[in-house]
T-cell receptor, first 116, second 114 residues
Framework: GAVVSQHPSWVICKSGTSVKIECRSL??????MFWYRQFPKQSLMLMAT?????????EQGVEKDKFLINHASLTLSTLTVTSAHPEDSSFYIC????????????FGPGTRLTVT | KQEVTQIPAALSVPEGENLVLNCSFT??????LQWFRQDPGKGLTSLLL?????REQTSGRLNASLDKSSGRSTLYIAASQPGDSATYLC?????????????FGQGTILTVHP
């Protein structure tokens, strides 16, 4: 199967600062990646679709100016949480599929963000 | 808007039991359905992807079935083991597409005790 990595695995930041999370496809190229958020004891909710070489598309209710997504290469998408607040504390997970193959989604290990 | 429901929310069984996890979805025009496993504090591990043209998919002790017309899928786990303890999630793409924007159920928390 395909491997997706994320960095960092966990991060603690102070309120008002920005945090960048990386999502990498290690053994395949991904023109599209997806970012999800998971609050404690809840399921995953799609935040945005990251498109290589073009702007990300955001789900309803997700602030695009707060959650900046950059997909500058075929193996890397980044999510930057700007001016983070405690309510942004969550588990952020990315996914991708291998283009041209089945639409099976492969997920990264997730990044735990805690804003103090 | 696609909605996904999983029943039961939690399940506790003794080791060795066969068990069934249920998933239902509201928009039956799906192209595929995927089952995942999530361990506490971890990401998702893909277990099975079942295409709309398939009725079943098997991997080891796992068997997933799909009935599009009724909007249901089941995940059957045979001879459960303590290592199977995890949260099991089903997810579907938007109806009419195979695109990866998945809608997830709330999950079934499975505990298998020795």
């Amino acid at each position: 199967g395909a491997v997706v990595s994320q960095h960092p695995s966990w991060v603690i930041c102070k309120s008002g600062t920005s945090v960048k999370i990386e999502c990498r496809s290690l053994d395949f190229q991904a023109t599209t990646m997806f970012w999800y958020r998971q609050f404690p004891k809840q399921s995953l909710m799609l935040m945005a679709t990251s498109n290589e070489g073009s702007k990300a598309t955001y789900e309803q209710g997700v602030e695009k100016d707060k959650f900046l997504i950059n997909h500058a290469s075929l193996t890397l998408s980044t999510l930057t949480v700007t001016s983070a607040h405690p309510e942004d504390s969550s588990f952020y997970i990315c996914s991708a599929n291998i283009p041209g193959q089945s639409y099976e989604q492969y997920f990264g290990p997730g990044t735990r963000l805690t804003v103090t | 808007k696609q909605e996904v429901t999983q029943i039961p929310a939690a399940l506790s069984v003794p080791e060795g039991e066969n068990l069934v996890l249920n998933c239902s979805f509201t928009d039956s025009a799906i192209y595929n359905l995927q089952w995942f496993r999530q361990d506490p504090g971890k990401g998702l591990t893909s277990l099975l992807l079942i295409q709309s043209s398939q009725r079943e998919q098997t991997s080891g002790r796992l068997n997933a079935s799909l009935d599009k017309s009724s909007g249901r899928s089941t995940l059957y786990i045979a001879a459960s083991q303590p290592g199977d303890s995890a949260t099991y999630l089903c997810a579907v793409p938007p109806g009419g597409t195979s695109y990866g924007k998945l809608t997830f159920g709330q999950g079934t928390i499975l505990t298998v005790h020795p």
